[in-house]
């Protein structure tokens, strides 16, 4: 299953362009962009059910890694809220969000994301968020930010209570 994780954030993010190798630093908090790999944990409100319906996400991300230059990787915490306008146990719909990426060394990244994409394959679900950093570092810059991981919690809960949470690995990547 770790194979097709790691096979399908791979893939996902070569369609949308290459790692983040040319990271820097420069006007409006970095010309080079950044790349960052973690876990999240999501909460659903209303919980999900079978039936499609407005959902509101929050996110508390930890990046493991972030390449924020050549050679230099820091530590990052995030916290993301957003709606799905169509969200259910088996799919969920674009939508919008914001997040607010703390690095270790001080600094921040403010994103806005206003589409997303969601690709299912061989039982994983991925959300490809796009957007653009609003602030500090990376500021001006394109964004994608994708969401995936294998179902962890049980089917029967979408029958009964609803999911109300879930864990997922994160990457993010900015580019100018």
Request: charged share 20%.
């Amino acid at each position: 299953m770790a194979v097709t994780l790691g096979s399908l954030i791979l893939v996902g993010s070569s369609l949308v362009w290459a790692p983040a190798g040319q990271a820097g630093t420069g006007e409006h908090g970095g010309a080079g962009g950044f790349l960052c790999t973690g876990s999240s944990r999501s909460t659903y409100d209303p919980p999900l059910v079978l039936g499609r319906q407005s959902t509101r996400v929050h996110a508390e991300v930890t990046y493991d890694a972030c390449t924020v230059a050549p050679g230099r990787t820091v530590p990052a915490v995030s916290s993301f809220d957003g709606v799905s306008p169509e969200a259910s146990c088996l799919t969920l719909s674009g939508g919008s969000g914001e997040e607010t990426v703390r690095y270790a060394d001080g600094r921040l990244s403010r994103i806005v994301y206003d589409s997303a994409t969601v690709v299912r394959a061989a039982g994983v679900l991925a959300l490809v968020q796009s957007g653009r950093v609003t602030e500090g570092r990376g500021k001006g810059h394109s964004v994608r930010r994708t969401v995936a991981g294998p179902p962890r919690e049980l089917p029967t809960d979408c029958l009964t209570s609803g999911i109300r949470e879930g864990g997922n690995e994160v990457q993010l990547e900015a580019r100018p």
